[in-house]
């Protein structure tokens, strides 16, 4: 659904990509996870077609992004991390803007505004930024495109507005539909994502699925000392220590993503030999 | 569905361009309306013998069209220059081709019908008050009162075959096409940016014209533009070197009615390649 092949993208002083390759499926929610500054928005933004490719190749639904054609533009929606919706009442955007998406689902729509609590009757600017950003998502999410590009989504979103999020974009995804959400507030995406994608320093640094990771690694709380001391990540916690270990029972454990990402990052690889192996 | 351009779905773009931006256009046509009165209320205040004359009129239409026309130009593409408004507008599912149709269709079109329609109520209104001003004026001056001013067409001169006005409208399109071109080219600060590259472009133009090409030219100048060279010999006196006719007619049209289509074709390929 998605091909990025050897991708080389840089700004003026500072490159960001020098030979990325990535494959995104159907029927996924993907995490993309990174530090400020690592180039989560700039992938997005080049799978989008807002920003071309220096070199290398990038295929979305078999269009190429950058040359912005119609039919691609209404399979694909993106929700930036800084955005902008037109100064209209809800009724104008359903009447106006969905139009230009042929899945474009009203009654989802409407769900999910009454989700997101948001009063119908108030126009963009009568809106705080956080209900601005639920009524973006949720317009994304109603014009029922192929591929779902959101960028820090939760950022601005109060703590039961997360949750809505979460179980609004469970209920969403089937098999024709690609969910790609990037964030570095990682504990918001717990258990909605399937696949982990973290990106440094414009690289790829870790690209598994939950399933994998849940049956690879366990995460808990340790007071053995030398569990601890032999464990491939720790961290102290107020109760014991914060470890991720190998999982030896074959069940699946739960995952924590942040302590994930942190050994990702700190550790990476004594997590990824586990996965090598 | 084609993939540069489809009718139903530009007129469905021109609806949602209008929705949006419904009430900066009919603000800013109040605003031009609102400039016209004071403008014409200066002129009643220190000329009130004859604050409208033709010739005025005529200047305040071409003046007001040029500048406010330009600044519309240069705003057109405005979305572009702030990232989330770019993001919204370059995303939105419709091609570059009806989204630079729309642009010339607000930005050139309606906006010189809506400017002639706003620029005539408002003389029509300012002509009646002028009148009242200036014929109370001259009898508190003891004169003889004089005739009425008219309401005037803008668009064509009194003088029988004067082809100035339809010129200088010709150029307006082509201007105020350089600014359309510098509103989707630029990313801040189009205007100011627009109005200085245009001039420098055409001081270069006026330099080449005048210093590189009169350097291997004969001595003389173009007496026609595009049609007749005229050469100042000596000898034989003034000698006119004539381009053939169908050459010229050719050169003539380009210049009064290709240069804005061709600024257009730019400001499309510009906004193709447009990244944010």
């Keep these: ?277 | 569905m084609n993939a540069v351009f489809d009718l139903k779905r530009w007129f469905l773009y021109i609806g949602k361009h209008w929705n949006e931006n419904k009430r900066r256009y009919l603000l800013s046509l109040a605003a031009v309306g609102g400039l016209l009165v004071l403008w014409y209320s200066f002129l009643m205040i220190v000329n009130p013998e004859n604050p409208m004359g033709q010739r005025m009129q005529i200047v305040t239409y071409y003046a007001g069209l040029f500048i406010t026309g330009c600044l519309f130009a240069s705003m057109i593409f405005n979305d572009l220059s702030d990232g989330p408004k770019a993001i919204h507008y370059l995303l939105t599912p419709a091609s570059a081709l009806e989204k630079l149709l729309t642009a010339i269709v607000y930005g050139v079109i309606l906006f010189f019908i809506s400017y002639t329609l706003v620029f005539y109520a408002i003389d029509f209104i300012m002509l009646k008050i002028s009148n009242g001003v200036a014929s109370t004026y001259l009898e508190r001056q003891h004169r003889a009162p004089k005739p009425p001013q008219e309401l005037l067409n803008v668009f064509i001169s009194e003088v029988p075959g004067d082809e100035l006005l339809y010129y200088i409208l010709l150029i307006f399109f082509a201007v105020q096409s350089i600014f359309l071109l510098g509103s989707v080219y630029f990313v801040k600060n189009q205007y100011i940016k627009t109005l200085v590259s245009g001039l420098v472009v055409f001081l270069f133009m006026v330099f080449f014209i005048h210093k590189v090409m009169g350097s291997f030219m004969p001595d003389g100048g173009f007496f026609e533009p595009f049609t007749v060279y005229r050469i100042w010999n000596s000898g034989q006196g003034e000698v006119m070197v004539q381009l053939p006719e169908w050459l010229s007619s050719i050169l003539l049209f380009l210049a009064k009615y290709m240069l804005a289509p061709c600024l257009w074709v730019v400001a499309y390929f510009r906004l193709k390649e447009k990244e944010v």
């Design chain 1, 1 to 277: 659904m998605i091909q990025v092949q050897n991708l080389h993208f840089g700004y003026r002083r500072k490159k960001i990509f020098t030979g990325l390759n990535l494959k995104l499926e159907a029927g996924h929610i993907y995490g993309l996870l990174g530090k400020n500054g690592t180039g989560k928005s700039t992938l997005l933004k080049n799978m989008a077609g807002l920003l071309f490719p220096h070199e290398g190749a990038i295929n979305v639904l078999g269009f190429t992004p950058g040359k912005r054609q119609p039919a691609f533009l209404q399979d694909i929606f993106m929700v930036p991390e800084e955005f902008h919706l037109p100064d209209m009442p809800i009724e104008h955007l359903i009447k106006y803007h969905a139009p230009f998406y042929p899945k474009f689902n009203e009654d989802h729509f409407n769900r999910f505004i009454t989700e997101f609590d948001i009063p119908r009757s108030n126009t963009m600017q009568q809106m705080s930024y956080g209900q601005k950003k639920k009524v973006l998502i949720s317009f994304g999410l109603a014009c029922n495109t192929s591929v779902l590009l959101m960028d820090e989504p939760t950022n601005g979103l109060d703590i039961m507005s997360k949750s809505q999020f979460r179980k609004v974009i469970a209920g969403c995804l089937d098999e024709s539909k690609c969910i790609v959400i990037s964030t570095h507030q990682v504990k918001d995406l717990e258990s909605l994502i399937d696949r982990v994608t973290i990106i440094d320093e414009g690289r790829i640094l870790f690209d598994q699925t939950v399933d994998n990771i849940t049956r690879k690694l366990s995460f808990h709380i340790s007071y053995d000392s030398d569990e601890i001391k032999q464990a491939l990540f720790r961290e102290p916690s107020l109760r014991g220590s914060a470890v991720i270990t190998r999982n030896m029972q074959g069940d699946e454990s739960k995952l924590d993503l942040e302590l994930l990402y942190k050994a990702i990052v700190l550790n990476g690889n004594a997590i990824q030999s586990v996965f090598n192996a």
